[in-house]
Each structure stands twice: as structure tokens, then as C-alpha cells.
């Protein structure tokens, strides 16, 4: 949740003031290494296509082999925040885009890049939470 917190906080930070939404990103990470937060990012969306750019089963073998299974899923339910986020401004997904650039440009404000995490990191802990509560974890 601190991630998500960060994000947050530095939407009001006077050093952001004037940031376009990578800049902001690159803030935002910048301050979460410093607290030793620094978040792990194994997936991603290609901005244009709205897809993974490798299949979730490869990043799985790959780079979950040795997490949890609840990790993997609650970093699917993330990515695929982002890849609905894309799909509605781009338009479709896949080669057949309407407006390739359209997601990226909306990231390009940091307002909606940190709405875009935020709500990203909303549906991972919510996988997560769920996790613990259903194997009545404290």
C-alpha cells in the first residue's frame, strides 16, 4: 500500500508541479527507492497495443518461479487495469488500434498517470487481501 500511498502524495508535491506524467513516474520511483520501497515492475502493457509484450505464461516461468502463486495473479489483476485503461483510449486491442498514441498521451499528465497506478494498485491489493482473508491470514 505504500506504493499506491506514494503515488498519491506526489501528485501534491511542489516538486512535481510542472511534471508531465513519465517525469512523474520516474519522481515517483525515484522516491519510493530512497525509502527502499522500490517497486518491481516483471509485466508491463505496450502502450500502443494494449497487450503484454511477452505471454503472461512466459513472464510467469521467468520471473514468478520462485513467488507465491498469489503474486502472479495479484500482478495480472494490475496489468490488466492498465491494459483496459488502454484499450478504451486506444480503442481496440492488438494490431488493429484506432488510435495508437491515444493511451500514451494520457499518461503523458501525471494526474492520470497516478490515477491509472492507483487504480491499478487497487485491484493488487484487492487480489491479495482476498488472498489472505480466504487462507485466514493476519
Sequence with gaps: MKIKETYEKMLNDSNTANMDGTAFNDY?????????LAPSAPMETNKNSCTPPEDPAETKKKRYMCLPAVVFEADLAHEK?????CGKLN???GVNVKYPYAYENYLQNKNNYAADEDNAYNEKIKVLQNWKNANNCK
Design 28 to 36: 515517483v520511483k525515484g522516491k519510493l527507492t530512497s525509502d527502499d
Design 81 to 85: 487495469v492498465h491494459q483496459d485503461t
Design 91 to 93: 480503442v481496440k486491442e
